[in-house]
């Protein structure tokens, strides 16, 4: 059977699938976080699927043999989330007492329950993570009753009294299968973790976002960037162009920081770029920088709204000429949700090569991956839990040994229903929205409904004009994410 192809244009596209299934978004976990973009260095599988961080039951519990493999639960793609010190991860703010911890699910399973645990207040957050760095209970323990939960569930929690750089680990534990699924959080109470240095409060405030990124080539320029709640503060950005001494990401953070602090007159103006010492003091330093604001009187009003920074590269283009070209795709008849799906690949260059069939919310349907060198043949895979008259998306992504993405435009397409099959009611028929966000995000145009896991809300696009702003979103750039982007509101309606 011969499908009609719908081709969407694109220049970039990021798709998370949905193999499996919940991860803490409250606080965001630390894979969270790193497809959020404020965690760097993490390895694809954390960008991509922050969900699927599930291993057998008692995992965390075995204390002699998962010390440094607890944050990636011992699985292959994930053994970046294991590198712990105290400046490699992005913190989340925490405060003691009553909070609302919550679990976003995008497959959801029946629960026994949630557990959170917190590390010992003088555990050490330079050496690899063991069991014994955390409190034997949990502080909080939800009963799931061996229930199915909703797509984000929130848990009222009393967190115990902490200072300075702590951790959250959260299990999720199944009742149906004998796993559970394993995030850990990375927080901060504020404070020292000593408890005992007296610091200087003039700089105590800080901005959401931090000075740091990814490995750089020479030639390449990195800018921050200073937002209010609804515009960006264009006067106070401060770009840095990467020599050979500057590649390496805790080196051209420092330097940016420092760039920051005498180019853009920045104490003058009540603010300071850099890490602030036991003393108080904020200087420049290796690894990720923070924006401090003055609580001195003075400070001018629109230092004061200041809420956020971001980071922005502008990279040297390279000059080899990969490409990825797909053809003639075909798909068998839909029988008992599963099908066929084949099509023409031809390549330019030595890559490894995934592809993911996804469904209109962002559901993985199906998956391959290989190795290919100037490849000229036809690939086929197995697509499971389909429907007939459904839309999904082909998504084809290469990488070389050199870190080079090519990713041509994915394809859209539906099934057809065997010869007197009956058709099944897709599972998608009961969604009220068309992505999870981002997902999909270069196809949102007016009227677009999509659902934000940060808040479990649904969010409609604007008509035009304002629906261009719909796509506007990157790790780096998040002023107009719905719900949560400093300008939201200019592109999305609340459901």
Known sequence: MKVKLIALAVSTLTMSGAWAHGYLIDPPSRAHQCQKGKNQSCGDKSNYEPQSLEQKTGYFDKASTQTGKLASAGLPGYYELDRQSIDSWYKTPMKAGKQTLAWFHTAPHKTTNWRYYITKQDWNPNAPLSRDAFEKTPFCEINGFGAMPGTRVEHECDVPARTGYQLIYSVWQ??????????????????????????????????????????????????????????????????????????????????????????????????????????????????????????????????????????????????????????????????????????????????????KVYDRVGTVKGYTKMAVDNADQRVSFKLEGVSANEPYTLSVIGSTAEGKVIQPAPQQFTLQAAAGAETDKPASDNAKYDAIFPNNKASYKAGTLVLQPENGKVYQCKPLPYSGYCSQWSPSARQFEPGVGSSWQMAWIEK
């Open 174 to 355: 199944i009742a149906d299968t004998v796993n559970s699924f394993y995030h850990v959080a990375d927080v901060d109470f504020g404070g020292e973790n000593t408890g005992q240095v007296e610091t200087s409060d003039s700089w105590a405030k800080t901005l959401d976002g931090q000075i740091y990124g990814k490995d750089l080539r020479p030639g390449d320029k990195v800018k921050v960037r200073f937002f209010q709640d609804k515009s960006e503060v264009l006067s106070f950005a401060t770009s840095l162009t990467i020599t050979e001494e500057l590649t390496d990401k805790n080196r051209w953070a420092k330097a940016l920081a420092a760039a920051v602090n005498e180019n853009a007159n920045a104490e003058l103006w009540g603010f300071r770029a850099g890490v602030k010492d036991a003393r108080g003091e904020v200087e420049p330093a290796f690894g990720a920088n923070k924006i401090y604001i003055s609580s001195k009187a003075g400070t001018p009003d629109p230092i004061r709204k200041m809420k956020s920074i971001a980071i922005s590269y502008e990279e040297v283009v390279s000059n080899t000429n990969e490409r990825i070209e797909i053809s003639s795709l075909t798909t068998s008849d839909v029988q008992k949700g599963t099908s066929t799906l084949s099509f023409n690949l031809w390549t330019v260059g030595k890559m490894s090569l995934e592809a």
